[in-house]
């Protein structure tokens, strides 16, 4: 099985940089998705990591340790349309590699 | 090209009832996963199914179940409807298993009065 953590909620100032974590435990990875979701929208994928380190998308990072079972997404220049939800989602290795996702941490950008 | 469309996007049912619920994939994606959204569980995996073969389930009772056809649409059906069943159900289409992200629709929005 698999357990996803995220921090529920966090709050930044526009034009910042924020860091959402998520550690996540499963019996067997293959491959960690950062997905947006704003409030009654439907999600949106942003990012996929299988390897370690860093990817980058514009202002939009996301960090991989499959070793410490641990991901961020860095959100850089922070922008009010930012506020949403950003979910953790990780496929497992076995069978047909289900996707689990976390419960999601709301992000609140404020002036 | 034309998104995943679900249909309806909003239903209003009474206990006991059952309900079915229509995904059309993005064209060319044979994967359709169907999540359940509530605010305090997040995102529940209910199924996944790929050329018309259910290829995973989560941990939902039987009264949750689903269908591909063979041109990708699907369909999810809940019988016997509980108080607890309200939630946003959520269509995924990707182009395999898993390999790609998700493309999700817009939801379909059950309440169960």
């Known amino acids: 099985g698999q357990n996803i953590d995220q921090p529920t909620e966090m709050t930044a100032t526009e034009g910042a940089i924020v860091q959402i974590n998520c550690t996540y435990q499963t019996s067997g990875f293959n491959g960690l998705f950062w997905y947006q979701q704003h409030a009654g929208e439907a999600p949106t994928f942003l990012s996929y990591?299988?390897?370690?380190g860093l990817e980058e998308k514009g202002r939009f990072s996301s960090f991989l340790s499959r070793s410490k079972g641990y991901s961020y997404l860095l959100l850089k220049e922070l922008q009010m349309k930012d506020s949403a939800s950003y979910l953790c989602a990780v496929r497992d290795s076995g069978g047909y590699q289900k996707v689990t996702f976390g419960t999601g941490t709301k992000l609140q950008v404020i002036p | 090209k034309a998104g995943v469309t679900q249909t309806p996007r909003y239903l209003i049912k009474t206990r006991g009832q059952q309900v079915t619920l229509s995904c059309s994939p993005i064209?060319?994606?044979?994967?359709v996963s169907w999540y359940q959204q509530t605010p305090g569980q997040g995102l529940q995996f209910l199924f996944e199914y790929f050329s018309e073969t259910q290829r995973n389930k989560g941990n939902f009772p039987g009264r949750f179940s689903g269908r591909q056809f063979s041109n990708s649409r699907s369909e999810m059906n809940v019988s016997t409807l509980e108080l607890g069943d309200s939630a946003l159900y959520l269509c995924?289409?990707?182009?395999?298993?898993?390999?790609?992200?998700?493309?999700f629709g817009s939801g379909t929005r059950l309440t169960v009065v």
């Open positions: 995924a289409s990707s182009l395999d298993t898993g390999n790609y992200g998700y493309t």
């Open positions: 064209s060319g994606h044979r994967s």
């Open positions: 990591n299988v390897l370690d």
